[in-house]
C-alpha cells in the first residue's frame, strides 16, 4: 500500500511537502528519509506522536519503547491500521521543532518509483 502525507510546519504557513510513502516503511527509515530531504541536523533526539482524527489515542514512538513500539519496529501500515492519520515528527525536541505529517489517502504505486519520494 502507498499513502500520500501532506507536512506541514505549523509555524511556518508557507511550508508545505506531499509524499507518498510505503506502508511497510518503518518510522526510522521516514525519519532518515525526512532528515535527508530537508536537510535536518542528523544528531537530534527525534520522537514521533501519533493522533487519530479527533486528536485521542496519542501514541509515542522514539528509539526506546514508550508503550506503543519503536521507531525501527513500527510501520506506515500499523500507524494508520490504529487509526492515526496525524503524526508529529518531533525533530527538535529541546526547542519543541516538529514536522506535522497529515494521512491525505492512497496513491498508486509506481514500479519505476522509489519509496518514500516527494511528490509535491
Known amino acids: 500500500m502507498i499513502y500520500r502525507f501532506r507536512a506541514t510546519i505549523p509555524q511556518r504557513n508557507s511550508f508545505y511537502r506531499d509524499y507518498e ?15 535527508s530531504d530537508l536537510e535536518f541536523a542528523p ?5 514521533f506522536k ?19 513500539g519503536t521507531v525501527d519496529g513500527v510501520s506506515i501500515d500499523k500507524i494508520v491500521e490504529r487509526g492515526e492519520v496525524i503524526l508529529l515528527y518531533i525533530y527538535d525536541i529541546k526547542r519543541a521543532k516538529f514536522l506535522q505529517l497529515s494521512l491525505q489517502g492512497e496513491a498508486e504505486f509506481s514500479p519505476r518509483a522509489s519509496y518514500p519520494r516527494v511528490v509535491e
Do not use: R
Open 21 to 35: 510513502i510505503k506502508g511497510s516503511t518503518t518510522l526510522f527509515a521516514l525519519h532518515k528519509f525526512l532528515i
Open 43 to 47: 544528531d537530534q533526539v527525534f520522537a
Open 50 to 68: 501519533g493522533f487519530t482524527k479527533d486528536s485521542k489515542g496519542q501514541s509515542t514512538y522514539g528509539l526506546a519503547d514508550y508503550g506503543n
